[in-house]
């Protein structure tokens, strides 16, 4: 999924009834599994210079990137980090956790040769999909619709339940950035095109 359907998602499903005033700690923990890869493309692209196409069909793929990634979407190590909010009482920090677990459990069916060592360090095997959120070849162009609708959705339905506004303003966010990520993911194709 794309980083602000994770935020929308975690959002609807979390963000009520007693987790409700922890707008932060589920908005934080639905966007860090996704954060090392803006810091990977943002040295890749600004630090070294390197074309999209080499980014995304190399670059991406070097191992010590893939355990960067992997080690902020290990459900074993999440799991840990939720167990010991949990067993202090820090409901905010659990809340972070779970965020941070149901991206990863909601990433798990959606990724192809992109999928991640959710079971790290137990196991570096990864489940490749036969779906991927972004691969028109493997329905991406459906789940790509499925998602934009999902946000909408979700966008709405926060709306519903805002404590001081909070959920509200993330939806909106999350609409915001969608439409910047598409224009992001227009100007990177047709730079993949003419790579």
Not at 1 to 14: C, K, R
Not at 33 to 42: I, Q, R
Not at 175 to 192: E, Q
């Amino acid at each position: 999924m794309n980083t602000p359907a994770h935020v929308a998602l975690n959002a609807l499903l979390l963000g009520r009834n007693r987790w409700r005033p922890h707008w932060f700690a589920i908005t934080a923990g639905a966007l860090l599994p996704d954060l090392p890869m803006f810091a990977f493309y943002g040295i890749q692209k600004f630090a070294f210079g390197t074309n999209e196409r080499a980014i995304w069909s190399s670059a991406y793929f070097e191992p010590g990137w893939q355990l960067f990634f992997d080690l902020f979407n290990s459900l074993p190590l999440i799991a840990v980090g939720a167990a010991i909010a949990w067993r202090i009482g820090a409901t905010r920090w659990l809340a972070f956790f779970a965020s941070m677990a149901l991206h990863c459990v909601a990433d798990l069916p959606l990724h192809r040769e992109d999928a991640h060592s959710h079971f790290l360090p137990f196991t570096s095997w990864r489940f490749e999909s036969p779906v991927s959120y972004w691969d028109p070849a493997h329905y991406g162009l459906w789940f790509g619709a499925a998602e934009i609708l999902l946000v909408g959705i979700a966008g709405v339905a926060l709306r519903r339940f805002a404590p001081p506004r909070a959920w509200s303003v993330i939806g909106g966010i999350c609409a915001l950035l969608y439409l910047l990520f598409g224009a992001f993911a227009l100007a990177m194709w047709s730079d993949l095109g003419a790579a």
